[in-house]
């Protein structure tokens, strides 16, 4: 059996795009997109395949539960390109649809590619059972965040939107006012393009999600009190 890989076609599928983001180009090449979105969802599905056995939660996805649209949504945009250059797929345990913390992986050509996880900008209600996890919970949320492996790896959680001022109910001098402050729990880091063609991004990918998997199963159980 062929190893699951990202084909450089697929790169330069999205590179054209990328250049020519209009639907007569579009249209004319469109044998082109399914052939690349056909890579992206075969890998897609290798992801779910292996990665079930480490998170079972998965297990049930399909890739079309897990990838994104290439059609943008232009009703209120500025920006009137009809098309996404990027493929991008959401692994989390309730599908897409579901606005729960998941697995992430985005695949966009020149550098711009990443594996992500987490929850971005959660509803509020889920924003405040997060908060309320982590301030029953800090130490152990801190031994995931702060365990070496992972830390190596993905760096600090992001501060990006945070809270100027405590949120309601806590104290400025709570010991864990900064993540209390957070608006989003993600983490992540880039990937190249040689290392989204490479043969080893599947494994790089698992180990990933694996490390990430204890950071996700606190933020899910948050959700699920």
Not at 11 to 36: I, M, P
Not at 37 to 54: A, H, M, P, W, Y
Not at 64 to 82: E, G, M, V
Request: glycine share 6%; aromatic share 12%; net charge neutral.
């Amino acid at each position: 059996m062929a190893e699951m890989v990202i084909h450089i076609s697929t790169l330069q599928f999205l590179r054209q795009l990328r250049r020519h983001n209009e639907r007569e180009w579009f249209e004319a090449h469109r044998t082109d997109y399914l052939l690349a979105k056909r890579n992206v969802e075969d890998f897609v599905g290798e992801v779910i395949r292996v990665f079930s056995t480490i998170d079972p939660h998965i297990a049930g996805l399909q890739p079309r539960d897990c990838l994104f649209r290439i059609y943008r949504d232009i009703r209120f945009s500025k920006d009137k390109t009809p098309y996404k250059t990027h493929f991008a797929a959401s692994f989390q345990r309730k599908g897409k649809r579901v606005h729960t913390p998941g697995y992430y992986l985005h695949i966009e050509p020149d550098g711009n590619s990443f594996i992500g996880g987490g929850i971005w900008h959660p509803f509020p209600e889920d924003l405040k059972k997060i908060r309320q996890e982590i301030d029953y919970n800090l130490e152990a949320f801190e031994q995931i965040i702060r365990q070496p492996a992972f830390n190596r790896r993905f760096g600090d959680l992001t501060d990006e939107e945070a809270l100027q001022r405590p949120p309601k109910g806590y104290a400025p001098d709570h010991p864990g006012i900064r993540y209390l402050k957070m608006r989003n729990f993600i983490v992540g880091h880039e990937i190249s393009d040689e290392q989204v063609l490479s043969s080893g991004l599947l494994k790089q990918i698992i180990n990933d999600f694996t490390l990430m998997k204890p950071f996700i199963d606190f933020l899910s159980r948050a959700l699920d009190d």
